[in-house]
């Protein structure tokens, strides 16, 4: 069950895919990266959008991690609700380490259905139980998104992308290990390897 992958897994998977949609989607005729990673000097964080109005945010410092969803279909999505309650977002945020949740704008709470986190040292995810109907506010939806391996995302991307990938050259980047020009140029002939490269040093 995801409750149960380490912070570092999610991470990892993350910066893989972040830098796969650099490499598949140019910067200068990018419309949708499905993940954005960006590395700050006290935090690290990825964005998953699946450009239909919900995402994902993560946050990783060195004292823990938390991930934070919007799914615009739930229930719990305030925007869509009769009435506005504020004390959804306390009850969904209470408990959570100031650290990660002070990293928050006003905008990332207000786009929420579900947050979890998990402190550093752990491997156990915490979050508050707000629905009393089972609505878990798109986290596994949504979560869904984050591809541990590369043979998931190789599955993913033959769907998404509407073609097959080589997926050692995809397990090269999950692994963090160096990639050529040669490499990014069979994942995508038509890549700018150069420009690829200055993008991707930005989030190792």
Partial sequence: MFEYVTPEIVERSLKAMAKLD???????????????????SDSRRAVVDNGSGDNLLALFTESGAMLKGFDHESEL???????????FFQRVYAGA??????????DDIDNTTFCMWCCNGSSVWEQNEVSADDDDGGRDFLLGYVHQT???????????????????????IYSGSDITAEDMLKLNPKCNTDEAVNEIADII
């Fill in 77 to 87: 999505n305030q925007f869509a609700a009769d009435e506005w309650d504020n004390g």
């Fill in 97 to 106: 380490p100031k650290a990660l949740s002070s990293l928050l704008s006003e």
């Fill in 150 to 172: 590369a043979e998931s995302w190789c599955d993913w991307a033959k769907y998404y992308y509407e073609q097959e990938y080589d997926i050692s050259i995809v397990e090269k």
């Fill in 22 to 40: 650099i490499i598949l989607i140019p910067k200068k005729t990018a419309f949708l990266r499905t993940v954005v990673y960006i590395n700050d």
